[in-house]
């Protein structure tokens, strides 16, 4: 029996030990995919029980695409001074959250760039403006290096900013700025956003605030499988910190492949530091089934519909994921990169889910159960095919 046998074995019994960095390495590199998604499918079935696949119906806003951070992979942001600049009025923000309202959302998630002429009043009163205008909607805002940058804007350390924030009304962060918690990787990528330790203390004040978090990772940037796991176990120190100290921690897990199609403003395309590199269906699942083996204290692991497409996606259900992510309803960061889809209605998400075996269930960006109407096939019958 091969080391990687033996490992996905232990994996299977009722108490299994936790993966280890090396083991997970292991079955990274060698495991048979088909072995491997069985094993994750089984934890996930143990770990999240019932046979729900959950979903979010929410809306990305980017409230502005200036930024000074420069990331080699970003195709989104425009440096201060560019013509294509933009910073949304409280108006137009307000808008696209009473659009989200009519049709049942319960979040919106922005996120924009580090904006040197935005300063901390301007971040409190749009939650405020927000939070008078639309109460019901959780507000999951800021990335931890908007965070950090606002911080640094007003003078104020990172947790003071934290403490306003939630003051007015702020629910929780977006995990956005993770990429690899990987220094040698993050810092050839991204050299502006500073370490991994950065992320990760903020993040930990976040969750000492009661505010809601949840772990990201993005692959593809020329990082070996060891790295990968690598960043998997910062998250899951973190978490256990976390969990020590009471707070809830991270609610989920969400990796993606980075986009690098339209990488214009990024240099990650150019010259010497151009990268020939996709991230293949069997890659990504591979990823998804060892982050659930993996973080034995994160509940939810998210499939990524946006950067696979949503029939990978489905794909992702039986390699462990309990979570088809959100209907987004818009996205620029993302799209800007290149993927052609980056929105999907409610009845596109409950119909891969259906499709799969599982049963869609409506939730919050508290992993809540809400209230959920179960369409059937004849309501999306007009609907155009699933692309993969």
Not at 267 to 278: A, C, D, F, I, P
Request: charged share 25%; net charge negative; proline share 4%.
């Amino acid at each position: 029996m091969e080391k990687w046998e033996r490992i996905l074995q232990t994996q299977m019994s009722s108490n299994p030990p936790r993966l280890s960095v090396d083991e997970a390495i292991i079955i990274y590199d060698e495991a048979d995919i088909n072995d491997l998604m069985d094993t994750a499918l089984f934890r996930r079935r143990k770990q999240v029980p019932g046979n729900k696949i959950t979903y979010l119906v929410d809306r990305n806003i980017n409230y502005t695409n200036i930024c000074t951070i420069n990331c080699q992979f970003c195709s989104f942001y425009r440096p201060p001074g560019h013509s294509e600049t933009y910073t949304q009025t409280f108006d137009q923000i307000s808008a696209r959250i009473s659009e989200l309202e009519n049709i049942g959302g319960s979040r919106i998630l922005m996120q924009g760039g580090v904006n040197p002429d935005l300063d901390l009043e301007w971040y409190l009163n749009l939650i405020k403006s927000i939070r008078a205008k639309h109460p019901s909607i959780d507000l999951d805002c800021f990335s931890p290096i908007e965070i950090e940058g606002i911080a640094d804007v007003c003078g104020l350390d990172s947790l003071q900013v934290l403490e306003e924030m939630k003051n007015v009304g702020l629910h929780g962060l977006p995990g956005g700025g993770a990429e690899m918690l990987v220094d040698d990787v993050r810092l050839d990528i991204s050299p502006k956003k500073g370490g991994s330790e950065n992320w990760l203390r903020i993040m930990e004040e976040a969750q000492s605030l009661g505010l809601v978090t949840s772990a990201t990772n993005v692959i593809g940037f020329g990082e070996n499988n060891t790295h990968r796991v690598l960043h998997m176990d910062k998250i899951r120190k973190s978490q256990d910190k976390a969990i020590k100290n009471g707070y809830n921690g991270f609610t989920s897990f969400i990796s993606w492949p980075v986009q690098l199609e339209n990488n214009v403003f990024g240099k990650r395309n150019k010259g010497k530091n151009k990268v020939q590199l996709e991230v293949k269906p069997q890659e990504y699942l591979r990823h998804v089934a060892v982050s659930r083996l993996f973080f034995d204290n994160i509940d939810h692991i998210q499939a990524s519909w946006p950067t696979m497409g949503l029939g990978i996606a489905q794909m992702a259900f039986f390699a462990g994921a309990d979570d088809a992510g959100s209907t987004m309803m818009e996205e620029n960061v993302v799209s800007a990169s290149g993927t052609d889809k980056t929105n999907a209605n409610e009845i596109e998400l409950q119909r891969i889910i259906s499709r799969a075996g599982f049963i869609p269930q409506k939730r919050n960006s508290e992993y809540v159960s809400l209230s959920t109407e179960i369409y059937s096939d004849d309501n999306i019958s007009a609907l155009i095919p699933i692309q993969n």
